[in-house]
């Protein structure tokens, strides 16, 4: 049996069951379950999981709606649902047998991104501060910069966009382990969530890393045009 091949199946199954016995309301509910299907399904290059996706980007900003996140809620609206179908095609035009190309970044190129992300979420943090009823501003910035850095690294299949995942979902756990010792909105099956989304995150960063190839001479001229 490979696990490759049964991963997003189980891991889904796994969510529907942990919504079942803690009695989550239907949005919640659906709120969990879509998101972890489509994690699961792009952490084994299956773009099916983009389409997925759009549910669970409704659903979670209105979650983070609720709990003052804004930065969480403006990001799901108006960043993963457009992306969510542009990568979807991106996806489709790189394939062989069902599955996405993955390829790598270069060495330089890692540290360019690196740098850039934290100077744009003390910025963003900065923006996010200045609204009122704002919870954890830099941490929202956080997640949002790594979210966006990572989304559009998933749409031209980098396999570093794993490790900013990794560090997106240790940071989120974070965010709403806040909300939840302030009785927020289903915050405690948010945490669940994003430890899935952990979980997930690392099995794609072992399965893409294995499977991805290094393309030095190409890397700048394919983020440009997607392919």
């Not at 989120?172 to 909300?179: D, E, F, G």
């Not at 995150?201 to 001229?221: C, E, M, N, Y």
Request: glycine share 8%; net charge positive.
């Amino acid at each position: 049996m490979s696990l490759v091949k049964y991963w997003p199946a189980f891991l889904t199954l796994l969510a529907a069951v942990f919504c079942f016995l803690t009695a989550a309301d239907w949005l919640t509910s659906l709120t969990v379950i879509s998101g972890v299907a489509c994690v699961s399904l792009i952490a084994v290059g299956k773009r099916l999981g983009y389409l997925i996706g759009l549910v669970s980007s409704v659903t979670y900003a209105w979650v983070a709606y609720q709990n003052g996140l804004f930065g969480e809620t403006g990001l799901n609206l108006f960043f993963y649902l457009p992306t969510g179908i542009v990568g979807y095609f991106m996806w489709g035009n790189n394939e062989a047998d069902g599955t996405v190309k993955m390829r790598r970044l270069t060495a330089a190129h890692r540290w360019y991104l690196m740098a850039g992300a934290l100077l744009a979420t003390a910025g963003l943090g900065l923006l996010l501060q200045a609204i009122p009823g704002q919870n954890s501003p830099f941490v929202d910035a956080a997640t949002n910069l790594l979210s966006i850095v990572a989304t559009l690294l998933m749409m031209w299949r980098f396999a570093e966009q794993w490790w900013l995942y990794v560090a997106l979902n240790v940071l989120t756990v974070t965010l709403w382990s806040l909300r939840y010792f302030e009785d927020g909105y289903a915050a405690d099956m948010m945490i669940f969530l994003w430890l899935i989304y952990l979980i997930n995150s690392i099995f794609g960063l072992v399965t893409w890393t294995r499977k991805a190839r290094v393309l030095p001479d190409t890397v700048q001229h394919s983020a440009r045009t997607g392919s």
